[in-house]
C-alpha cells in the first residue's frame, strides 16, 4: 500500500510542467525527503524532460548520486548547480558532449564525492584532470575516450585512494603506468588501447591488490603473474604466454580473449592456473584447436562464438559439461548432430546460444534433455517450427512442441527464422516464457492472436511481420507485458499504434511511426526543445529534415511491399478495418500467402 502511495505521488509530481512549478516553490518539504525516494523523483523528471538546471537546487541537500549519462545538453550551468550539492557521493556524467574542462571546475574541492563517470567527454582534458586532483575522495573514476594524455594521466597519482581507474582509449604510455604504480589501492585497472608494452607491463607488479586489469587492444603479449588478480581482458591482443613464468601463478576466475590472435594454444595456457577459472570468452579468437578445454573443468560459462569450432570440437567441450550454465556457439561450424552428441553432457545448462549456425528442426530434441534451459537463441538459423517436410500438411506437428518439457524457459529468441503462425501453438504452454522474439516476414494477426494467451509474457517481438490495425485493435496482451516491439510492421498505421498505447499504458510499444511522433511531440510541447537532442535528431546542420529515421531502419531487411501490386498494398491498409473484430484468425489471403 505504501509503495502505491509513493508511485501516485511520484506520478503527480511529474505530471507536468505546472505540477513541478506547483511544488518546486516549497523546497523545505524536499530537504527531509529521504534520499532515495528524492533520487527517484529526481530521475522520472529527467526520464520526461522535465528537469532543468535551477531545479536542481531543490535536490541539493537530499541527493546523494546523480545520473545524468547521455544527455547531451548538460553543460556548465547544470555543473554549477549540482557543485552545491554537499553530500553528492556519486556523479555519472558519461556521454554529455557538452561538458569540457572549464565545466569540470565547479565540483572542485568536493569532499564526499567518492565515484566520477566523465566517459567518452571527449572535451575533457588535461585542464580538467588538474580540477579532479582536488577531490582526493575520489575512489572510481572513469575518464576513458577523453582528451586527456598520457601527461594527465601522470597527474591522477594524487588521488591516492582511487581503487577503480578507466583510462580506455587514452594514450598510456609504458612511462605513465610505472607513475600509476603509487596508487597501492587500485584493485580495477582499465587501460584497453593504450599504448603500453611488455615494458610498461612489468610494471603491474607493483599494483599488490589488482583483482581486474583490462589489457585488451594493446601490445601486450604477456605480463609478471599478479597472485590477486582474478578478472583478466586481454581481447584482441597477439598472446605469446598471458603470464611470465616468474612469480607465484594467479587464481583467475574470468579470462577474456576475445578476437585475440594465439600464437600457440599450449605455450599461452602453460602458466595459467586454472582450478578457480570460471568463465571462458574465446569469441572470434583464431583457435582452431580446443584440446586445452578438459584441464579446465571447472568453467561454467563459455563463449566460443564466431570461432572454428564445429561438430568436431563437441567432445572437448563435453568434458567441461558438468558444470557449465551458460554456452554460446552462435556464429561456429555447430550442426544438429553436434548438439546431439553435447545433449546428454550439460545437465545444468541454462544459457544456449545457436544463432546463425547450421542446426535444423531436428535439434530442437536434444534440447528437451537439458532440462534446465532457461535461454535459447535460434536467430538465423535453418529452424522452420515443423516436424517434417510437409509443412503445407494442416496435420504436421510442430517442433516447438519438444521444447514444452524445459519447465524453466524464460527466453526464446527466433528472429530471422522462417517460423509461421502455426508453429507457434504449443507456446502458450510455455508457463514461464516471460521474453519472445520474432521476425519473419510469415507473421500475420493470427500470431498476436496465438501469443496473449502465453500469461508470463513480458516481452514481445514480433518484427517485419505482416500485422494489420485489426490485429492490434483486437489484441489482449497479458497483464505482465511491458514492452510490445512491432518494428518493421508496416502496414500498421499510427493511429491504430497510438490508440492501442492508450488502452494499455502500462505497455512501450517499439514501432517506427511511433519513433517519429515522439520526437515530433518532445519538440513541440519540452521544456528543453532548444536543448535537448530530440529536436536536433532528424535536423541537418542547415535546419532542413534529413534520411527518414524510418528509412534507415529498414534498410536492414527486406521490404515485405515488394510481394504485392500497389492496388493490393491499397487495399490491405485502408480495408483492414472491415475485417471481422471476433474472428482475428480470418485473415486475408494475401497476408496469409508466403510469397
Same mark, same amino acid.
Given at each position: 500500500?505504501?509503495?502505491?502511495?509513493?508511485?501516485?505521488?511520484?506520478?503527480?509530481?511529474?505530471?507536468?510542467?505546472?505540477?513541478?512549478?506547483?511544488?518546486?516553490?516549497?523546497?523545505?518539504?524536499?530537504?527531509?525527503?529521504?534520499?532515495?525516494?528524492?533520487?527517484?523523483?529526481?530521475?522520472?523528471?529527467?526520464?520526461?524532460?522535465?528537469?532543468?538546471?535551477?531545479?536542481?537546487?531543490?535536490?541539493?541537500?537530499?541527493?546523494?548520486?546523480?545520473?545524468?549519462?547521455?544527455?547531451?545538453?548538460?553543460?556548465?550551468?547544470?555543473?554549477?548547480?549540482?557543485?552545491?550539492?554537499?553530500?553528492?557521493?556519486?556523479?555519472?556524467?558519461?556521454?554529455?558532449?557538452?561538458?569540457?574542462?572549464?565545466?569540470?571546475?565547479?565540483?572542485?574541492?568536493?569532499?564526499?564525492?567518492?565515484?566520477?563517470?566523465?566517459?567518452?567527454?571527449?572535451?575533457?582534458?588535461?585542464?580538467?584532470?588538474?580540477?579532479?586532483?582536488?577531490?582526493?575522495?575520489?575512489?572510481?573514476?572513469?575518464?576513458?575516450?577523453?582528451?586527456?594524455?598520457?601527461?594527465?594521466?601522470?597527474?591522477?597519482?594524487?588521488?591516492?585512494?582511487?581503487?577503480?581507474?578507466?583510462?580506455?582509449?587514452?594514450?598510456?604510455?609504458?612511462?605513465?603506468?610505472?607513475?600509476?604504480?603509487?596508487?597501492?589501492?587500485?584493485?580495477?585497472?582499465?587501460?584497453?588501447?593504450?599504448?603500453?608494452?611488455?615494458?610498461?607491463?612489468?610494471?603491474?607488479?607493483?599494483?599488490?591488490?589488482?583483482?581486474?586489469?583490462?589489457?585488451?587492444?594493446?601490445?601486450?603479449?604477456?605480463?609478471?603473474?599478479?597472485?590477486?588478480?582474478?578478472?583478466?581482458?586481454?581481447?584482441?591482443?597477439?598472446?605469446?604466454?598471458?603470464?611470465?613464468?616468474? +612469480?607465484?601463478?594467479?587464481? $583467475?576466475?574470468? @579470462?577474456? &580473449? %576475445?578476437?585475440?590472435? *594465439?600464437? =600457440?594454444?599450449?605455450?599461452? !595456457?602453460?602458466?595459467?592456473?586454472?582450478?578457480?577459472?570460471?568463465?571462458?570468452?574465446?569469441?572470434?579468437?583464431?583457435?582452431?584447436?580446443?584440446?586445452?578445454?578438459?584441464?579446465?573443468?571447472?568453467?561454467?560459462?563459455?563463449?566460443?562464438?564466431?570461432?572454428?569450432?564445429?561438430?568436431?570440437?563437441?567432445?572437448?567441450?563435453?568434458?567441461?559439461?558438468?558444470?557449465?550454465?551458460?554456452?554460446?556457439?552462435?556464429?561456429?561450424?555447430?550442426?544438429?548432430?553436434?548438439?546431439?552428441?553435447?545433449? +546428454?553432457?550439460?545437465?545444468? $545448462?541454462?544459457? @544456449?546460444? &545457436? %544463432?546463425?549456425?547450421? *542446426?535444423? =528442426?531436428?535439434?530442437?530434441? !536434444?534440447?528437451?534433455?537439458?532440462?534446465?534451459?532457461?535461454?535459447?537463441?535460434?536467430?538465423?538459423?535453418?529452424?522452420?517450427?515443423?516436424?517434417?517436410?510437409?509443412?503445407?500438411?494442416?496435420?504436421?506437428?510442430?517442433?516447438?512442441?519438444?521444447?514444452?518439457?524445459?519447465?524453466?524457459?524464460?527466453?526464446?529468441?527466433?528472429?530471422?527464422?522462417?517460423?509461421?503462425?502455426?508453429?507457434?501453438?504449443?507456446?502458450?504452454?510455455?508457463?514461464?516464457?516471460?521474453?519472445?522474439?520474432?521476425?519473419? +516476414?510469415?507473421?500475420?494477426?493470427?500470431?498476436?492472436?496465438? &501469443? %496473449?494467451?502465453?500469461?508470463?509474457?513480458?516481452?514481445?517481438?514480433?518484427?517485419?511481420?505482416?500485422?494489420?490495425?485489426?490485429?492490434?485493435?483486437?489484441?489482449?496482451?497479458?497483464?505482465?507485458?511491458?514492452?510490445?516491439?512491432?518494428?518493421?510492421?508496416?502496414?500498421?498505421?499510427?493511429?491504430?499504434?497510438?490508440?492501442?498505447?492508450?488502452?494499455?499504458?502500462?505497455?512501450?510499444?517499439?514501432?517506427?511511426?511511433?519513433?517519429?511522433?515522439?520526437?515530433?511531440?518532445?519538440?513541440?510541447?519540452?521544456?528543453?526543445?532548444?536543448?535537448?537532442?530530440?529536436?536536433?535528431?532528424?535536423?541537418?546542420?542547415?535546419?532542413?529534415?534529413?534520411?527518414?529515421?524510418?528509412?534507415?531502419?529498414?534498410?536492414?531487411?527486406?521490404?515485405?511491399?515488394?510481394?504485392?501490386?500497389?492496388?493490393?498494398?491499397?487495399?490491405?491498409?485502408?480495408?483492414?478495418?472491415?475485417?471481422?473484430?471476433?474472428?482475428?484468425?480470418?485473415?486475408?489471403?494475401?497476408?496469409?500467402?508466403?510469397?
Amino acid at each position: 500500500m505504501d509503495s502505491q502511495l509513493v508511485e501516485m505521488c511520484m506520478e503527480s509530481a511529474t505530471e507536468s510542467l505546472d505540477a513541478v512549478e506547483a511544488w518546486r516553490r516549497q523546497r523545505r518539504t524536499l530537504e527531509m525527503m529521504p534520499s532515495h525516494l528524492a533520487e527517484a523523483l529526481l530521475h522520472r523528471l529527467l526520464r520526461r524532460r522535465l528537469l532543468f538546471p535551477s531545479l536542481l537546487e531543490v535536490f541539493k541537500f537530499c541527493v546523494d548520486r546523480i545520473d545524468l549519462r547521455g544527455e547531451s545538453y548538460v553543460d556548465a550551468e547544470w555543473m554549477a548547480y549540482i557543485g552545491g550539492f554537499e553530500h553528492l557521493h556519486s556523479l555519472n556524467l558519461s556521454d554529455c558532449n557538452k561538458i569540457n574542462s572549464s565545466a569540470i571546475w565547479a565540483i572542485t574541492g568536493m569532499t564526499n564525492l567518492k565515484e566520477l563517470d566523465l566517459s567518452r567527454c571527449s572535451k575533457i582534458t588535461d585542464a580538467g584532470v588538474r580540477h579532479l586532483t582536488t577531490i582526493p575522495s575520489l575512489e572510481k573514476l572513469w575518464i576513458p575516450e577523453t582528451g586527456v594524455t598520457a601527461d594527465g594521466v601522470i597527474l591522477l597519482t594524487s588521488l591516492t585512494n582511487l581503487s577503480l581507474l578507466d583510462l580506455g582509449g587514452l594514450p598510456v604510455s609504458d612511462s605513465a603506468l610505472c607513475n600509476l604504480k603509487v596508487l597501492r589501492k587500485l584493485q580495477h585497472l582499465d587501460i584497453w588501447g593504450s599504448e603500453v608494452s611488455n615494458k610498461g607491463a612489468s610494471h603491474l607488479k607493483w599494483f599488490l591488490k589488482l583483482s581486474s586489469l583490462n589489457l585488451a587492444w594493446t601490445k601486450v603479449t604477456m605480463f609478471p603473474g599478479l597472485p590477486s588478480l582474478a578478472c583478466l581482458n586481454m581481447s584482441n591482443c597477439t598472446i605469446h604466454s598471458i603470464f611470465e613464468g616468474e +612469480g607465484q601463478q594467479a587464481l $583467475l576466475t574470468k @579470462l577474456i &580473449l %576475445s578476437g585475440a590472435t *594465439i600464437k =600457440d594454444v599450449s605455450e599461452a !595456457f602453460l602458466h595459467l592456473e586454472t582450478s578457480s577459472l570460471s568463465h571462458l570468452d574465446l569469441s572470434n579468437s583464431s583457435l582452431n584447436s580446443f584440446c586445452f578445454l578438459p584441464y579446465m573443468r571447472m568453467i561454467s560459462d563459455l563463449d566460443l562464438s564466431g570461432t572454428s569450432a564445429g561438430d568436431e570440437s563437441v567432445e572437448h567441450i563435453a568434458f567441461v559439461g558438468q558444470n557449465l550454465r551458460h554456452l554460446n556457439l552462435s556464429r561456429t561450424k555447430l550442426s544438429s548432430a553436434g548438439l546431439g552428441t553435447l545433449a +546428454g553432457f550439460v545437465p545444468n $545448462l541454462e544459457t @544456449l546460444l &545457436l %544463432s546463425y549456425t547450421a *542446426i535444423d =528442426d531436428s535439434a530442437i530434441p !536434444f534440447m528437451s534433455i537439458m532440462p534446465l534451459l532457461k535461454y535459447i537463441n535460434m536467430s538465423g538459423t535453418n529452424i522452420r517450427g515443423i516436424s517434417n517436410e510437409m509443412d503445407s500438411d494442416p496435420n504436421c506437428i510442430s517442433s516447438l512442441s519438444g521444447l514444452t518439457s524445459l519447465e524453466h524457459l524464460e527466453r526464446l529468441d527466433l528472429e530471422e527464422t522462417r517460423i509461421k503462425d502455426s508453429a507457434l501453438a504449443p507456446l502458450p504452454s510455455f508457463r514461464k516464457l516471460s521474453h519472445l522474439f520474432l521476425r519473419s +516476414g510469415s507473421l500475420a494477426d493470427t500470431t498476436l492472436h496465438q &501469443l %496473449s494467451s502465453i500469461t508470463s509474457l513480458v516481452t514481445l517481438g514480433i518484427r517485419d511481420g505482416v500485422l494489420t490495425n485489426t490485429g492490434i485493435d483486437v489484441f489482449n496482451p497479458p497483464p505482465p507485458m511491458k514492452i510490445l516491439d512491432l518494428r518493421g510492421c508496416w502496414l500498421m498505421t499510427e493511429d491504430a499504434l497510438l490508440s492501442f498505447q492508450q488502452r494499455h499504458p502500462q505497455i512501450e510499444v517499439r514501432h517506427d511511426l511511433l519513433s517519429i511522433a515522439l520526437v515530433k511531440r518532445l519538440s513541440v510541447s519540452s521544456p528543453l526543445s532548444q536543448a535537448t537532442p530530440w529536436t536536433k535528431l532528424y535536423k541537418n546542420k542547415k535546419g532542413g529534415s534529413s534520411t527518414s529515421p524510418l528509412r534507415s531502419i529498414r534498410d536492414g531487411f527486406l521490404d515485405q511491399r515488394l510481394k504485392y501490386t500497389n492496388e493490393e498494398l491499397l487495399a490491405m491498409r485502408f480495408d483492414s478495418t472491415s475485417i471481422s473484430r471476433d474472428n482475428v484468425v480470418q485473415i486475408p489471403h494475401e497476408l496469409a500467402n508466403d510469397g
